[in-house]
């Protein structure tokens, strides 16, 4: 793919992830700053960026966080040069309070933020509606429609920055970001040099400024009433208007399709939601006396609408979220939609037969047992032993801890996979966080041990000032940080403890043990595979006070898979028991590794060495010692 991205054919079609396709309109349009912090849906935005940085002659960083990441991307636009961050909807919080002030300071060069949200939670712990922030911040918003509108959107979006002199955000969803479709390309333009900065050159973000805002977004507004990205298709007066954005544009059109309602119907498709281009929705409004508003998760487009047929005194029936008619599996203002569930609207609005669901991939009629299966852990993933010990260790002291957890790999340690272990889950930081602050309520009669978890990446990107703050005030708790050498769920980009940046260039790793050291915190190591030891270890700190850090370091084990040959792992059926060992079939049912099966057919464990990672920690929790590791007597 990277050859087709940096390929200088334009007319050339390629079938492009949405993703991809970003990438390819950030490239045309001569982007010379990339930055972001990994996250699904958004993360192969940057590794794309980083892999053609040196053919195209852009720079690419994996920053610590999604503010400073935007920090910089921003410095690089007060320079002149052509600046992109990307961000999941979760990191477009993070970088809230910067975008707050982006919006009143402008920028210079084109600076382009994407923003990719993740409706129905598909890889996050929430679905959040990004596009609230473009409003909030009066930055203009745009939302692709298409995979070669997600090309062509980024490309002009840097244009659009640069005449208004205001960042620009996009807005994606998973659909569009993983989803696939034809693109056509583009011509590339030339890159800028950077521009030497003087005495009085100055971005910054003061309330009188705001004025000047207003009057940008004016003009942002006369622009979009013009853009290419908005387009009407249906009668000229039609029965019912559908006004809708990004995916619903989709599932709008098949639903029209399929229900047979295309003379009926039209359907106006906004790619610049915001600030609205009220001519050009007025023009509409006018001509028809029914609207649904169709789009993901909150209903933004249809509030804005619904306000301006309000001043403008149109006399117009409004269906979509607040009326119920479009809704994902839970309701209004949640899930995904689909070209089914924009039908069940437009037949109930429109009272005409509904065909068939297609979302119903087996026939309900028929009894079809599909066996359930629980998050869990990678086999041989460190985090699982991480929990398992510190269950165990919370057992021996045998007064109910409580752990306050962390988002990323080890969230399903609010789960059985982690012995439901967590008692908090929240954003990134919000564990050690809240555990600086139970930590300090023994005065008021709290006696339980507190531990907080989050993984390497996690420490660097929000962990430190928490952490600060637990020291300062002396906080009695211990902090489990998972070391696994990656920002592992998101497809093991590297962080500040790998020393590796995005671009691949090798420097000097940064030390978790040292920076926890250099904040006074009582610091120690340990091997989770070692469960025995690290429970031990878990079950000492506990017993302390002050602020305690125990480093569980162990690669993951994917990112150890790959780099070799891994140890063989098996049962030695002669030594299992089965049921008759009384450990209550502990290494596939308690201990929970995906490779740990039971064989019903031989009733005794079985190791699946297709999916074993070759660990050994079964091994050594096996109470007959049935479990034999290659290699190791």
């Not at 906004?270 to 169709?294: A, D, F, I």
């Not at 940046?501 to 989770?528: K, L, R, W, Y």
Request: proline share 6%; charged share 20%.
């Amino acid at each position: 793919m990277q050859s087709v991205l940096t390929m200088n054919q334009p007319g050339a079609q390629f079938l492009m992830m949405g993703n991809e396709a970003i990438t390819r309109g950030a490239l045309e349009a001569g982007v010379q700053f990339c930055s972001s912090y990994p996250g699904s849906p958004s993360a192969e935005i940057l590794s794309l960026l980083a892999a053609t940085a040196k053919t195209c002659g852009h720079y690419a960083e994996w920053s610590t966080n999604e503010i400073v990441a935007l920090e910089a991307a921003t410095a690089a636009s007060f320079a002149g040069l052509r600046s992109i961050c990307i961000m999941k909807q979760n990191g477009a919080n993070v970088a809230a309070d910067f975008i707050m002030s982006l919006g009143l300071s402008g920028c210079r060069g084109g600076l382009v933020m994407i923003f990719a949200d993740d409706p129905a939670s598909h890889s996050s712990t929430n679905e959040f509606d990004s596009r609230n922030l473009a409003r909030w911040a009066e930055i203009p918003l745009l939302e692709p429609g298409t995979f070669q509108e997600a090309k062509d959107m980024t490309k002009w979006a840097f244009e659009l920055s640069e005449q208004t002199q205001s960042p620009v955000i996009i807005r994606s969803v998973t659909r569009i970001c993983h989803g696939r479709g034809n693109v056509v390309l583009g011509d590339f333009l030339p890159k800028k040099q950077a521009n030497k900065l003087g005495q009085w050159d100055k971005l910054i973000a003061l309330n009188p400024l705001h004025p000047f805002t207003h009057q940008k977004l004016a003009r942002i507004q006369e622009i979009f009433e013009t853009s290419p990205f908005n387009y009407y298709d249906g009668p000229e007066r039609p029965e019912l208007l559908i006004i809708t954005c990004g995916t619903g544009w989709f599932y709008s059109r098949e639903a029209v399709s399929r229900l047979g309602v295309s003379d009926r119907v039209g359907i106006l498709k906004l790619g610049t939601t915001w600030p609205l281009p009220r001519k050009l929705v007025k023009s509409h409004l006018e001509k028809c006396p029914r609207v649904l508003v169709v789009e993901e998760v909150d209903p933004f487009l249809e509030q804005n609408v619904m306000v301006l047929a309000a001043q403008e005194e149109i006399l117009v029936k409004f269906f979509g979220k607040a009326s119920g008619h479009i809704k994902g599996p839970g309701g209004p203002g949640t899930g995904e939609l689909n070209p089914d569930v924009v039908m069940d609207g437009l037949s109930e609005v429109l009272g005409v037969p509904r065909p068939r669901r297609t979302d119903v991939v087996v026939d309900p009629e028929k009894d079809i047992d599909i066996p359930a299966r629980d998050l869990t852990f990678c086999a041989g993933c460190p985090h699982r032993a991480s929990f398992f010990a510190a269950k165990n260790a919370l057992e021996i002291d045998g007064r109910q801890g409580v752990v306050m957890g962390d988002i990323g790999c080890y969230t399903m340690g609010g789960a059985k996979a982690g012995h439901f272990l967590l008692s908090s889950l929240f954003c990134m930081g919000g564990g050690i966080g809240m555990a600086s602050g139970m930590g300090k309520l023994e005065q008021f009669g709290f006696d339980q041990p507190v531990l907080a978890m989050a993984g390497d990446s996690t420490f660097f990107h929000a962990c430190l000032p928490a952490l600060v703050n637990a020291r300062w005030n002396n906080s009695k708790m211990l902090f489990l940080i998972l070391d696994n050498e990656a920002t592992a769920m998101t497809g093991f980009q590297p962080h500040p403890g790998t020393g590796q940046t995005a671009m691949g260039e090798q420097g000097v790793p940064f030390s978790i043990e040292g920076i926890c050291e250099a904040m006074g915190a009582d610091v120690h190591i340990a091997d989770p595979y070692d469960v025995a030891n690290t429970t031990e270890k878990i079950y000492q700190l506990i017993q302390q006070p002050g602020v305690k850090v125990l480093i569980l370091r162990q690669t993951c084990a994917l990112v150890q898979s790959r780099r070799g040959a891994k140890p063989r792992v098996w049962v030695e059926q002669e030594i299992c028991l089965g049921d008759a060992c009384g450990c209550g079939r502990f290494c596939s049912r308690v201990f929970g590794c995906p490779a740990c099966i039971w064989d019903a057919e031989a009733g005794k464990a079985r190791i699946d060495e297709v999916v074993c990672n070759g660990c050994g920690v079964c091994a050594s929790l096996c109470p007959q010692g049935a479990i034999k590791v290659e290699g190791r007597v």
